[in-house]
């Protein structure tokens, strides 16, 4: 029976920066049917009316072709969205991938990566994975953007709104960071359709300067993977480089691209969310609890009389999920994705309940 690596055990035929790296924690997803699901910020409609012609009309003949290794008409409908030349557009199984790509094209071995403290979890285990250090930007403890003096590294990942805060941080702000940077600065905007303001114009202006989405959450379309990036074409030719050959299936980018060609259901949709977020937040505020302005589809809250953990397994008796991430600066708040207002109706009668305001 053949042995590990130089012969030792079989356990070091995995890479040994692997043992110490803590993988990123996706959301529950429960399998009863009665859960209501507000911890992975999806959203509770479904996608347009012309990505489920788009489904009947793909055709099974196309299964066996491989896809267009470059997303060329996804490219061209989200350049003309956008108001760049197609080279200026990547296309990615999610914006993950995106995420993932920026690791390994702009960053040296003996570079670091930023981002905000807190903010998206998989920024550091993307930084592990790659084997560069991590220079994480402590937000205060209103969760406001403080960058330190001198500040440097190669890779910077500023999630605008950000997540799981849902706090938006000024353009002018971004813009001054940005040209004041030395690296490379991704703005991931996976939630920016339920924000009143884009960076778009930045990543437009700057050699250094991308922007990601994605469709998951806006476009209703968490389960197909698709999202992308915007900007200098240099940067995304980088990108295009070092992806997979085909890293967009073929029905992926049909479906994308129907769903692109029907921004007025997307943007009707985003607007419904928003006016739901604002009610609750409201209903939450008149229950006592503290919670952020969002410009995201969901609410960051820290909840009156009971800890954050006691409300979420609260709530989950109540047939409820939300998101509860533990750690010195997150384990006194709760992430509540906004669902349909029946959806939140119900959670806000289970708050008044598990935190002692109803029998």
């Not at 692997?18 to 429960?30: D, N």
């Not at 199984?93 to 690791?103: A, H, I, K, Q, R």
């Not at 590294?153 to 940005?178: H, K, M, W, Y």
């Not at 997150?330 to 309940?353: K, N, P, Q, Y």
């Amino acid at each position: 029976m053949p042995s590990g690596r130089y012969g030792a055990s079989m356990g070091t035929y995995i890479r040994k920066s692997l043992e110490s790296v803590a993988a990123y924690a996706p959301g529950e997803q429960p399998r009863e049917a009665t859960v209501v699901k507000l911890n992975t910020n999806e959203n509770p409609y479904p996608p347009s009316p012309r990505v489920l012609e788009a489904i009947r009309a793909f055709g099974v003949e196309a299964l066996r072709r491989y896809p267009d290794p470059t997303c060329t008409a996804l490219r061209q409908r989200l350049a003309s969205m956008h108001g760049v030349a197609a080279d200026q557009v990547f296309v990615g199984n999610g914006s993950d991938e995106v995420l993932t790509l920026c690791t390994r094209a702009f960053v040296e071995r003996d570079e670091a990566i930023g981002y905000f403290d807190v903010s998206y979890s998989l920024y550091p285990v993307l930084a592990e994975l790659q084997e560069v250090a991590r220079r994480p930007v402590d937000l205060g403890p209103d969760f406001a953007w403080r960058m330190p003096a001198d500040y440097q590294a190669a890779l910077f990942f500023l999630a605008n709104p950000n997540a799981p805060t849902g706090i938006r941080f000024d353009g002018a702000q971004v813009e001054r960071f940005c040209r004041g940077f030395s690296g490379v600065v991704l703005i991931d905007e996976a939630y920016v359709d339920f924000a009143e303001a884009d960076c778009v114009a930045i990543a437009r202006a700057l050699p250094n300067v991308l922007v990601a989405r994605t469709l998951s959450k806006s476009y209703s379309l968490a389960g197909l993977r698709l999202g992308y990036a915007v900007g200098p074409a240099p940067l995304i030719e980088a990108l295009q480089k070092i992806k997979d050959s085909y890293n967009v299936n073929a029905f992926t980018q049909a479906v994308g691209l129907a769903a692109l060609g029907d921004l007025e259901y997307m943007r009707t949709n985003a607007a419904r969310i928003k006016a739901t977020r604002e009610r609750a937040r409201a209903a939450l505020l008149g229950q006592g609890h503290q919670v952020y302005p969002s410009e995201t589809n969901f609410l960051w809250l820290r909840p009156a009389r009971l800890s954050a953990q006691e409300v979420f397994a609260g709530v989950r008796r109540h047939g409820i999920v939300i998101r509860y991430f533990p750690g010195a600066k997150t384990g006194d708040f709760l992430r509540v994705t906004v669902g349909t207002d029946a959806d939140m109706d119900r959670f806000l009668a289970a708050m008044d309940v598990v935190t002692g305001r109803a029998s």
